[in-house]
């Protein structure tokens, strides 16, 4: 009895052991989550930030300005950890629980007392790590040496942008100033995304370039960005950028570029292409050079003044496109023009516009446009091109007026690049002179080049522009509203409980005054073709003078169904509102035949007439496409201001897109619903119906009454289950 008594306390003490052992390995879910408090972020005065463990009792070990704690390096945690302000301070507070032999580390990034007009993106690594001798990235020249590092993007209102894990990679150094790039990959985030980096959102690539410019002078940023957004002007696809300050742990490095870098990662992401070729000069940085190699013989082979010369060439590259990047280049005297294209049948050489750098005189860009001023046609046309961009997007007044707001965006924040990296003294005086004597013969420089490519090509001064007759057609004067294809004759309120069969669109005035008479809505891929087919708007009186806020419905599919139910155009607009239907005579479809809406990477395209009849001299007003196989650049019309982003997705039969908004139809991710769901189209009923489509009246959105679309997918279904509710009691 005595041997059992001491077995069975024996085994409860074993037991007791293993629950504790056990209760050692809960999930990390069960012990709960580690947290900074306060949270990480932006604060004016000292704070105390405490440290809650996921679970009570692991010990806590903390360490500042990038260093990792270990059991053996860091301070013990045992009270709030005061953070004094003592000027404008970034505070990197790293923290690590330790469970036995594991641990997790935390990094908690504070902004403290900073006011800035710029972003503030801070990097927090390891020091040893940044600059150790023989292993730092800072120290060892190695470009495929990379870092992972902890990233926090504070806005200028300090409001944290962006937090994630990055890779970074060391890309150089200009007197002692390093520049980086930034690589975004899933095994450091899987949700870590490149677009959070910029105002912006929407898609980009995945590798970013930190830019420090110059040493100190931060002219080439300068330089850089208004490059950058002159060619958005022109409808040139370029990076996407933004000035920042950075920091490397708690210590400022100064005034950066952050932007794109152009590569395959760019090409799938922003534009959407998995398999392009993407050349710099005669190198592929995606893809392989083979195919533009070959085209650079092929035009050293022909006779650049033979007739022929232009048509050929038109058929294998952008030509307008070019004309206008070649034209940018002139005007900043910066960048580089790379080429590229798709692997798909047909497809042309298009460009990029990269700010970084400039190109020389033998760049195969450059040689290619020197053939082609040979030719009577190209040259005759290169020359009207350059008097309409220099007296429009690329006037001196607007490029100096653009480079004295980014000049006012860096001096504002220039006391962080000269202290860190002083001028040397000189003639100029102390370091803030030098930098603004350095940007006024900047500028100057800007001037001269500008006010001698305007007398070159007759637009007068650079600082004078013709500025073009008020009443002359815009872009987005008349947006693309609604538009429906292959419609399966649902019924409509707006339309009096008439359903349309097949395509329609719906245009929307947003200027007063307009006469539409003559505009076309096509399809075509380019702005001469007349492969696919245009409407052409009569002309006739009612379309001579429409108010602001219009609503044009245009039927564009003739069958008998249509016939019936719409025997007559509606042209008196005084309630505000159109209709025309192909089947009744108005609309022109036999100047350019075969319109019809495709499913599979269609545009749509808005155009006013020129001055003659030809296609080539229309105006771009709206575009709006799903997928990227034709764009405003390709088509022809970014050079009149035409732009549209993020192309929609997924549209098929009986589908669509609707536009929400008030303002300009540029972003297919803003203010678009496209591929809406059939229970708010009317073709499944759920509950009462309900029926976003609105053919011939303004959208949801569009009219203060009509309220936000958002607001009425939540209140309708809230609605319904209250009916239901009601009707069970």
């Known amino acids: 009895m005595k041997g059992r008594s001491i077995v069975w306390p024996l085994i409860g003490l074993l037991l007791l052991g293993l629950l504790l052992r056990l209760g050692d390995r809960l999930p990390a879910a069960e012990r709960g989550t580690f947290a900074f408090d306060p949270p990480p972020g932006s604060y004016e005065g000292t704070i105390r930030v405490a440290l809650r463990p996921a679970r009570s009792g692991d010990p806590l070990v903390y360490a500042f300005g990038g260093v990792v704690p270990t059991a053996t390096v860091g301070l013990r945690y045992r009270a709030p950890i005061p953070l ?5 301070t ?114 980009v690539g995945q590798h970013l370039m930190l830019d420090g ?111 206008d990047a070649v034209l940018l280049h002139e005007a900043t005297g910066r960048g580089r023009i790379l080429a590229w294209r798709p692997h798909r049948e047909g497809a042309r050489w298009q460009w990029l516009i990269d700010p970084a750098g400039t190109m020389d005189d033998d760049e195969a860009v450059l040689r290619l446009h ?11 046309r290169f020359e009207a091109l350059a008097a309409q961009r220099l007296g429009g997007p690329l006037s001196g007044e607007r490029l100096l007026a653009r480079y004295d707001a980014l000049a006012a965006d860096l001096r504002a924040e220039i006391g962080w690049e000269v202290g860190r990296r002083p001028f040397p003294p000189g003639v100029y005086g102390d370091a803030r002179q030098m930098w603004e004597a350095g940007l006024q013969d900047h500028r100057e420089a800007l001037r001269a080049r500008l006010a001698s490519l305007a007398a070159r090509y007759g637009t007068g001064t650079a600082s004078a522009p013709p500025r073009a007759a008020p009443e002359a057609p815009r872009p987005n004067d008349v947006v693309i509203n609604e538009y429906w294809m292959d ?69 564009a599919t003739e069958n008998i169904t249509n016939s019936r139910t719409f025997p007559a155009d509606d042209l ?51 575009f709006i496409a799903e997928g990227s196989e034709v764009t405003p650049r390709s088509f022809g019309i970014a050079g009149d201001g035409v732009r549209f982003t993020e192309p929609f997705r997924g549209i098929g039969r009986d589908d669509g ?53 958002w607001l009425i997918l939540i209140l309708v279904p809230v609605a319904l289950l209250t009916a239901a509710n009601f009707r069970h009691h």
């Open 572 to 622: 008196d607009g005084e309630d505000g509102r159109l209709l025309l239907y192909a089947g009744n005579g108005h609309l022109d479809r036999d100047t350019d035949p075969g319109f019809a809406l495709d499913t599979h990477r269609e545009a749509l395209i808005l155009l006013a007439p020129g001055d003659d009849n030809r296609f080539e001299d229309d105006i771009g007003i709206d």
């Open 84 to 88: 004094a302000v003592e000027g404008p």
């Open 370 to 380: 020197r053939r082609l001023m040979a030719n009577p046609r190209y040259r005759a």
């Open 213 to 323: 410019g110059d040493a100190g002078r931060c002219l080439t940023l300068i330089d850089e960005a208004l490059l950058a957004e002159s060619a958005a002007d022109l409808g040139l696809t370029a990076p996407r950028s933004r000035f920042l300050l950075l920091f490397l742990n708690d210590e400022p490095w100064g005034l950066y570029l952050l932007r794109e870098r152009l590569d395959r990662s760019f090409l799938e992401r922003r534009l959407g292409l998995t398999d392009a070729d993407l050349i710099r000069g005669h190198k592929a940085r995606a893809g392989v050079a083979d195919g533009w190699l070959a085209l650079l013989d092929e035009a050293e082979g022909r006779d650049p003044a033979a007739e022929a010369f232009y048509p050929w060439l038109d058929r294998q590259v952008d030509i307008e496109g070019l004309m």
């Open 657 to 709: 897109a609707i536009l929400t908004g008030e303002s300009s139809n540029d972003d297919g991710r803003v203010a678009w619903i496209v591929d809406p769901p059939p229970t708010l189209t009317g073709d499944r009923e759920k509950g009462q119906r309900v029926n976003i489509l609105s053919p011939g009246a303004p959208n949801e959105g569009q009219q203060a009454a009509s309220g936000h679309l």
């Open 487 to 555: 419609d399966n004759g649902t019924p409509y309120a707006s339309l009096g409980g008439r359903g349309i069969v097949g395509d329609w669109i719906e245009l929307r005035t947003r200027r007063p005054h307009l006469d539409l008479r003559r505009w076309r809505l096509t399809d075509n891929d380019r702005k001469e073709s007349t492969a696919e087919g245009s409407l052409i708007l009569p002309d006739l009186p009612a379309l001579a003078d429409l108010p602001r806020g219009t609503i044009i419905l245009i039927i």
């Open 90 to 203: 970034i505070v990197i507070l790293r923290a690590r629980e330790f469970e036995g032999m594991s641990s997790t580390l935390h990094t908690a990034v504070y902004r403290l007392g900073m006011h800035s007009s710029l972003p503030t993106l801070v990097l927090a690594a390891e020091p040893e790590a940044l600059t150790a001798p023989d292993h730092g990235i800072l120290t060892r020249p190695d470009p495929d040496l990379e870092l992972p590092v902890e990233a926090a993007l504070f806005a200028a209102d300090g409001s944290l942008e962006a937090r994630t894990t990055v890779g970074l990679r060391l890309l150089g150094f200009s007197e002692g100033k390093p520049s980086f790039r930034l690589h975004f990959r899933r095994r450091y985030d899987e949700a870590g995304s490149a677009s959070r980096f910029f105002e912006e959102r929407g898609a």
